[in-house]
């Protein structure tokens, strides 16, 4: 059976990067795959503490992790580049009855492509990879002028500013890891308590 692959492509890197409060590292991001109709995207794991939800502990859904967060566009090229290994792995699934459970069930072809998918995100360079930045680390050395601002600046041109910085950081691959709008909002307040 041909299943034709449908990619739910990834529309910025705000889309895999979350990191929850209270968190040291952001949430492991992976490729998901539905063998049953072929549709794949890649997302980041919103469950904390390894729990896994039922689909996928029971093999019905498909995960493939990255080692740290992609760019949006490494990881729908990546997608793209491993979409004859995909249509093997919907080719030898199948679903049965245990007993207690539908569970999926992969082929010997099936699991080698799996391995094969494995090896592809493995063999991802640095650059395809997101840089992530804490906010007052990011823009450290620059000035009032440099964010946009000034100390007159209302609160509608600051959130402007802050949003302008975020799309400019996103369009670099950084992620800002912080609230860029109270960062500048406390650039301002200490330049006016100076």
Known sequence: MNT???????????????KYQGQYNPQPTYIWL???????GANSDGEIGGAVPFDVWHGRTRRYHFGNVPTATSANRLMEDIKPLVERVCAGY???????????????????????IENAIAELSDDDYLAVWEVAEYYYNN???DLG??????????KAAATKLENDADAEGVVIDGNIYDYIK???ESEIDA
Not at 35 to 40: L, N, Q
Not at 149 to 158: A, F, K, L, P, R
């Open 186 to 188: 406390e650039r301002i």
């Open 143 to 145: 000035s009032l002028a």
């Open 4 to 18: 034709e692959i449908t990619i739910n492509r990834v529309e910025n890197h705000a889309d895999l990067y979350c």
């Open 34 to 40: 539905d063998p049953s109709d072929g549709t794949m």
């Open 94 to 116: 199948s679903e049965y009855w245990d007993g207690n459970n539908t569970v999926g069930k992969l082929t010997d072809d099936a699991e080698e492509a799996e391995t094969e």
């Open 149 to 158: 601002v000034t100390v007159e600046s209302t609160d509608d041109e600051i």
